[in-house]
C-alpha cells in the first residue's frame, strides 16, 4: 500500500461485487425482476396490505430480501482483511443479521414467535410428521425469517446496551456466539435425535 492510501476497505463495495458474482447462480424459478433472478428475496403477501396503488405486476414492491448466504460470506471474507492484512472495514453496519433456521429456531424454540393454528395445521398436513413444513417461499417462512431479522437486532440493541465502557459487540459476534450457537443447543436439547430446527423448510439446499 503507497503512502496516503486509506487502510479501510468498504463493505459495500465487496457486497456490489459477491452480488454481481453470485446472483446468476441462483436458480432461475426463483424471484425475478423484469426477467432478472435476484436471489435470496421473496414475494410477501403482507408487503401488499393497505397498499391501494398495488399492482399484480409490481413484484418489487412485494418482496422481502434476506441474502443470507451472500451475506455470510461476506462476513466470512472481512475477517482474513482484518486479521491477517490489518485492513479496516467501513460501513460493516449496512450488514444485517442472519435469516437462518438456527436464528429462527431459537425465537420459536422459546415462545417469543408462534405459527397461526390454520399455518401449524397446514405445515404438519405436509410434512406428515411431528413439526410443520413449508416451501421456502411460503408467505410463513418468508414472515418467520423476517421476524428473526427484527428479534435479533432488537436483541443486539439490548446486549449492546450492557457491554461496558469502550467494549463492542458485532453483529457477527453475536450472530456467531450468540443467537446462533444457542438456536442449535436448544433444538439439540428439546430433539435430540434430529436437532432439527422447529419449523422445516423444503429447499434446494440454498435456503436454510
Sequence with gaps: MTAGE???LDVLVLWDVLQT???PIWPKDRTTVNGTPIGDAWPLSTLRTG???YSP???AGSIQPFHKLTQWLTYSLMVPFQRVLGLQ????ESLTALAEYRNGGLFVDLGVLALKKEALG???EASGGDLPLFEAGDDVIVEWRAMTLVLIDILYSKIQSRMGDGVHLTMAQLLEAGTWKSGREIAARLRPHTKSSPILIKSDGTVF
Design 122 to 124: 397446514r405445515g404438519l
Design 89 to 92: 472495514w467501513i460501513n460493516a
Design 6 to 8: 486509506s487502510s479501510n
Design 21 to 23: 458474482l453470485l446472483i
Design 57 to 59: 405486476d409490481d413484484v
Design 51 to 53: 397498499t391501494a396503488s
